[in-house]
Structure formats: structure tokens, C-alpha cells
């Protein structure tokens, strides 16, 4: 419907690669950009894990869309650094090599802090202060939820709509 009426939207598929436990190239005939094609919707792949080249596409869909020529789709490469759950701790269906590779090259807080200096924005100073405000941040919003009383039962189905 999207295609047709030529609605301003941005579809955002960010593909961490991973269904539950299965790479998606086993469960997926084709290319996931093929889809949005298929109705008529222009696709823009990009590095998941460069804030700035997500942004750059972003705004050349939103501006596609606020100039009415309809929507577009995003896809998103990244990677899912955790397990899937909070029991997935061992992730025996991926390499530890896999994991090195996207924790230590690819990482998107590396890319972004190196495109930050490489462009004189900031300094090691800068990213080391910011560093050590956010983990600040961080663990005063975990002792403040392991603080936080639990809610009352009948709480259970406050603002839940179906």
C-alpha cells in the first residue's frame, strides 16, 4: 500500500545476520533487497555499523520522502554481538572468529570514535571524557532499577492494548 499510494515512509531493516540461532542466508531464498523492489520501493543498502553512513541514507530517504515520491527501504548490515536471549550465552551456531572480528574491526562505537578524530572533531581527551560520563550514566541506571520497587500486580495490564 505504501508503493501504491506513494506513502512518506522509511522502511529500516537491520539485519544482524542472525535469525534466533540461524544465519539468515539459510533461511532466506534471494536477496532481502529484492523484496522492496519487487514493489516498486527503491532500496539502499549500507554498513550497519557506521552511524555516519546510516545517517547519510536516512536522510536522502527522508528527503525522497518529504519531496512525495514515495518510500524507500533501508537495509541495515550489522551484527547481533550478544546471543539472542538471555540464556544464549555459548552461541555454538557462530565462530568465536566471527565474533572477534565484528567486536575488534567492526565495532560501531571504534568506527564512529575513529571518524571522530579522523575528522579533527575530537581528541582521545574528548572520547576518554565521554567514555567515563557514559559509564557513569550506565551504572547509576542500573542501581537505580536494582533499586526500583517492583510494581503492583495491578500494574500487570496498565497501558497494554489488544
Known amino acids: 500500500m505504501a508503493a501504491l499510494w506513494r506513502l512518506p515512509v522509511v522502511f529500516v531493516c537491520e539485519n544482524n545476520l542472525y535469525n534466533e540461532y540461524t544465519h539468515y542466508r539459510e533461511t532466506t531464498a534471494g536477496s532481502l533487497g529484492d523484496r522492496p523492489l519487487a514493489f516498486g520501493i527503491p532500496v539502499q543498502e549500507v554498513d550497519g555499523q557506521d552511524v555516519h ?84 550514566q550506565i551504572s547509576r541506571g542500573v542501581e537505580f532499577g536494582l533499586q526500583a520497587p517492583y510494581p503492583a500486580p495491578e500494574e500487570v495490564e496498565q497501558d497494554v492494548y489488544a
Not at 85 to 106: K, Q, T
Request: overall charge negative; some cysteine; charged content about 35%.
Open 53 to 136: 553512513a546510516v545517517n547519510e541514507a536516512t536522510r536522502a530517504a527522508v528527503e525522497r520522502a518529504r519531496r512525495g515520491e514515495g518510500p524507500s527501504f533501508l537495509l541495515c548490515n550489522t551484527y547481533r554481538q550478544r546471543g539472542h536471549h538471555v540464556g544464549d550465552v555459548d552461541r555454538p551456531y557462530r565462530s568465536r572468529g566471527e565474533e572477534r572480528e565484528w567486536s575488534e574491526d567492526r565495532d560501531p562505537l571504534k568506527i564512529l570514535a575513529s571518524s571522530l578524530l579522523d575528522r579533527g572533531v575530537a581528541s582521545p581527551a574528548d572520547l576518554d571524557r565521554i567514555h567515563e560520563e557514559v559509564a557513569g
